[in-house]
């Protein structure tokens, strides 16, 4: 902790006194003060000074940065094309593999979706665009991103470091909820399960989070680091999947989608 680092975008490989980090914009919207997650807020850095090219920050909760890891930047409007030369390539091997479905990151409008659908719809192959919801622009667009796309993912690790992680619970809510009402599926995404990363067993409020977001009427729920990274991948799948069960198995359940189509009808 008070370490000093600094973030680059030289194509170069990382140490302990320096990250490198894929953005090739401008760093001129990024100001003196401003805080930096990585990994969905596991590591915190505050940006100290700029140069040409490079961050000097401060580190303010230390951790392990790991390859691939995501930089989330709260409140700062970087400059991205919305597709890429490479988003391009990828999109193009999706389609002649016959992918089913794409999940696009940082979906902020609908406009974002549309593109992508653009590229792909002269081919044949049906593929179904997934918009990630991860950011304020995001929830702010979320009707007319919803009508855009084929299903929606509320991606709540960015999403709990975009914006204040206690408004998570009602904004799934309200995401799932409109989901529903415009008959769109939904995917409930990030740390379902993240004590399975290193434990045979998950927390109390993990299960009950998984059973919560049933009730609330998701779709379908993902396994990310659990499964990726975790030391339990097999039994975190089987944990999921009887907590899924027993939950729809319930009365309980079967009351709340019954007053849930009855409010919306």
Excluded at 28 to 47: E, H, M, T
Excluded at 89 to 103: G, N, S
Aim: with cysteine; glycine share 6%; net charge positive.
């Amino acid at each position: 902790k008070r370490q000093k680092i600094y973030l680059t975008q030289e194509d170069i490989p990382g140490d302990n006194k320096i990250i490198p980090f894929d953005y090739k914009g401008s760093l001129r919207a990024i100001k003196s003060g401003q805080l930096i997650f990585i990994d969905d807020g596991n590591i915190v850095l505050k940006v100290k000074s700029r140069g040409p090219g490079r961050l000097e920050m401060e580190v303010m909760v230390a951790g392990l940065v790991k390859e691939n890891k995501g930089i989330n930047m709260p409140g700062v409007k970087l400059s991205f094309p919305r597709i890429t030369s490479k988003d391009k390539q990828d999109l193009q091997f999706a389609v002649k593999h016959k992918v089913d479905y794409i999940a696009q990151s940082f979906v902020c409008s609908a406009n974002d979706v549309l593109a992508i659908k653009g590229l792909i719809s002269k081919n044949p192959w049906d593929c179904k665009i997934i918009a990630k919801i991860e950011n304020r622009q995001g929830i702010n667009n979320i009707d007319k991103i919803i009508d855009a796309s084929d299903g929606i993912m509320i991606a709540r690790g960015d999403m709990g470091v975009s914006l204040p992680i206690y408004q998570l619970p009602i904004l799934q809510k309200l995401i799932i909820k409109k989901c529903n009402r415009k008959r769109k599926f939904v995917i409930t995404a990030t740390q379902m399960l993240e004590n399975m990363v290193d434990n045979i067993l998950p927390t109390r409020a993990e299960v009950t989070d998984i059973a919560n977001a049933i009730l609330d009427g998701t779709d379908y729920l993902m396994l990310s680091a659990e499964t990726a990274v975790g030391n339990y991948p097999v039994p975190a799948v089987k944990m999921m999947n009887d907590v899924i069960k027993y939950t729809e198995s319930s009365g309980f359940f079967k009351v709340e989608a019954f007053n849930n189509k009855r409010r919306e009808g």
